[in-house]
RNA sequence: CGGGGCGUAGCGUAGUGGCCAGCGCGCCUGCUUUGGGAGCAGGAGAUCGGGAGUUCAAAUCUCCCCGCCCCGACCA
């Protein structure tokens, strides 16, 4: 250790806010080199060769072969797929001396894609899994959190062909299965839930989550088992309500002032009550005006309708659309829409209720099913409508999950009320199906010598992502506490004192354990006093520490083990013993 | 991109117009010290984020720019 490339810092950086960023830099794994942006030191790159090893045995046992692309690359086949233009300003884009466009990839499905169109071509050729573990880079608008959400990252991505669906669904269930024991193996704890495709197009898809109150994903789970990301889940609908001749009609009330939603209802409780109970926020139907708008800068204004009692959550709805980004609408979107008078928007002027061509489109939640009865705008000021009846008296151009989840909201699988929770997203897979094949041009010939498109399956693990989330986990007032499958070493051995036998001795052990097959730091350096080396190997976080100091004269090392605090006296003969069963050897 | 905080040595910081910019950690030399971040003595290390301006005088005041952190927007 008195060679090794280290240097360990007393007090927390100050631009540090997560324990692991802190603990990561004070214990010199890593150093910021730029925003998002870190250069590796010796101890941190051992860990992340070690995370990487363990998910290369994984994704070989799954039957996929490494390949290595560049990271910089041609701007063509993005072009042609149309993420040229989609990624926007997230994408790092450069040019070289003949003004050729470039980029440093921000993920390589187009690369994989071209890569099998260009050799194969035939059925007999598939199913095939190819994946690499490379440098990714994104411009972020915000990095944050150390290695959690960096610039530049490390990533497996791992992509599948197939012939068709069924071959696809194997080959997605085979890293499906790689990444919980790669997972497991990690002793990161996870969870599997539903999320929506976004940028990637195609159909299932799911993330594996790290839950911490870090995280930068918020998800639902349910007690039956149910768990989704916030943005994918489902609202069950309710069941349609049959109205009669009995249900009374909808009447118009004057409301002045009542543009908001609680001015709506202590009004509406006092100027015309209902008999069997109090008015709510929930009887009320909101529409809110928004813009979605297309990659190309198109916009189009278009409303949401769903129960007053809740808020757009622009998160879920900016999912569904993909690839537009839906933003409120401002002043100068409402002007072109005089129709809209904010604070009294009803269905009469949205969507088909709309006698109007240009009239916009009109999305609601799924709670708004037919027969439900609502207190809504009249599109007039100081007007709104009374009993409202979805699908009497107004209709609307289909549903959206457009409100936010709340805690306690029933599961769409009926499997008990959701809870919310944070998590950081280490995994995720998707079905990609042709989307990229098809684009791109690559097909094989069938067994009747007919062209048919490869379907294919996209599989990313955050490398780096995942050692962050580690340290996030393994940690305690003093330091790192690394699991003994990623720890930069299994052993920190520390010589005190200033015996020469000592370090003799210390010197004896690492050269045997080394030659054991055991890793080891060896804290050799002798004008550092003890306190200052055993502060260090607790923030280094090996999961052995082993002293030799004062007690060798009886012929006794001490043990300890990092994460429990446990110390034993051990004869030096049984040292080694002890040490393997610690290290679960 | 909006809101807030900030930028002084490798790290953490003091210094709101007035002498060679101070302290702690770390680093170097010597002596002492060695089981919980040692002591003494000596030393190296700072374009005070950059530029322009105001002033007899600027780390400190003004303007512009750059960068960092947090919240939001954004985000496989």
Redesign the pocket.
Known sequence: MSRLFL????????????TSHKLLIRAGYIR?T???IYSWLPLGLRVLRKIEAILRQEMEAAGAQEVHFPALLPAEPYQESGRWDEYGP?LFRLQDRKKGDYLLA???EEMFTLLVKDLYSSYKDLPLTLYQIQT?Y?D??????GLL?GREFV?K?AYSFDIDAAGLAESYEAQRAAYTRFFERLGLEYVIVS?VS???GGSRSE?FLNPSPVG?DEFVRSPGGYAANVEAVTTPAPPEIIWDDDTPLWDIVPTPGAGTIADLIELANEAFPRADRRWEAADTLKNVVLVAVQPSGQREVFVVGLPGDREVD??RL?AQMEPA???PAGAADLEKHPELVPGYIGPGVLGPNSAAEDAVRYLVDPRVVSGTSWITGANEPDKHVVGLVAGRDFTHDGFIECAEVRAGDPAPDGSGPLEIARGI?IG?IFQLGTRYAEVLGLSVLDENGKARTVTMGSY?V?VSRVLAAIAESNNDD?GLVWPVQVAPAQVHLVA???DEAVYTKAEELAATWTEAGIEVIFDDR???????K???A??LGMPVIV?????LAKGLI?V?DRRSGQ?AEIPESQVLAHVEELLGQ
């Open positions: 240097r360990t810092l007393r007090e927390d950086p100050s631009d540090a806010e997560l910021r730029a925003p998002g997230l921000p993920t390589h990714k994104r972020e608008a915000r990095p944050r959190a959400r990533m991505d999320a976004g940028a990637m993330e930068e622009l998160k900016g980004e839906v933003e997203e995720h990313g955050g003093s005190t004192g200033k002798k004008k550092v006093s003890p306190g200052v055993f502060a260090d607790e923030l002293i030799v100091g004062r007690g001490e300890r110390r």
